[in-house]
């Protein structure tokens, strides 16, 4: 089975940075990801990490440490538009006829105040 | 084309009612998701085909039948349908078999069902 565990609320202000900390414990790991929700809409994908350190892309940057089972997302230069939810997810273990499946988290909900 | 699309995008009906859920692809990828999600909950996965195989049934209640009719189709059949079944249903895909498995998602169904 797989336990993550996020924040369930989070308010930064407009120009801030702001780190998101999921944290998990899984019986096969392939990937962690990250994506955000904004209310309504379907999930897009944030990053992408399988191997320990830093990912980063633009305003996002992902971190992982697989030996701890930890992850955070930072944002910086908050916007507006980066009030959403965002969902920490991992990557369970193949079967033998493939398919590799996302398990979510309860998703970060955060909140962007000028 | 890197779109995922799912019609309708709503759907209201009775639970004596017979309904279908459609998903379309065109990225080529050969694995498909049906994730279903509540209100401020995280998606909870019900669904995996690969290779229009199922691979994953996450124990989902027989009045879901799932249906993969060809690499790029994906329908969820719905009959006899709860209350409690009214959610957002999300439909997926990704590559399967390369290393950055990110899921793509559809906008979503969101279901009532009265």
């Known amino acids: 089975g797989q336990n993550i565990d996020q924040p369930t609320e989070m308010t930064a202000t407009e120009g801030a940075i702001v780190q998101i900390n999921c944290t998990y414990q899984?019986?096969?790991?392939?990937?962690l990801f990250w994506y955000q929700q904004h209310a309504g809409e379907a999930p897009t994908f944030l990053s992408y990490?399988?191997?320990?350190g830093l990912e980063e892309k633009g305003r996002f940057s992902s971190f992982l440490s697989r030996s701890k089972g930890y992850s955070y997302l930072l944002l910086k230069e908050l916007q507006m538009k980066d009030s959403a939810s965002y969902l920490c997810?991992?990557?369970?273990?193949?079967?033998?006829?493939?398919?590799?499946?996302?398990?979510f988290g309860k998703g970060t909900s955060l909140l962007v105040t000028p | 084309d890197t779109e995922v699309t799912q019609t309708p995008k709503h759907l209201v009906m009775g639970m004596t009612n017979k309904k279908s859920l459609k998903c379309e692809q065109h990225?080529?990828?050969?694995?498909m998701y049906w994730y279903k999600q509540k209100a401020k909950k995280p998606p909870e996965l019900m669904f995996v085909?690969?290779?229009?195989?199922?691979?994953i049934n996450e124990s989902v209640p027989s009045r879901f039948s799932p249906e993969c009719p060809n690499s790029s189709l994906l329908n969820l059949h719905l009959h006899a349908l709860q209350p409690e079944d009214s959610a957002l249903y999300l439909c997926?895909?990704?590559?399967?078999?390369?290393?950055?498995?990110?899921?793509?998602f559809g906008s979503g169904t969101q279901l009532s069902v009265l």
């Open positions: 990490n399988v191997l320990d």
């Open positions: 899984t019986s096969g790991f392939n990937g």
């Open positions: 997926a895909s990704s590559q399967e078999g390369t290393g950055d498995e990110k899921l793509f």
């Open positions: 997810a991992v990557r369970g273990p193949s079967n033998s006829n493939s398919g590799y499946a996302l398990n």
């Open positions: 085909y690969s290779y229009e195989k199922l691979s």
């Open positions: 990225m080529g990828h050969r694995a």
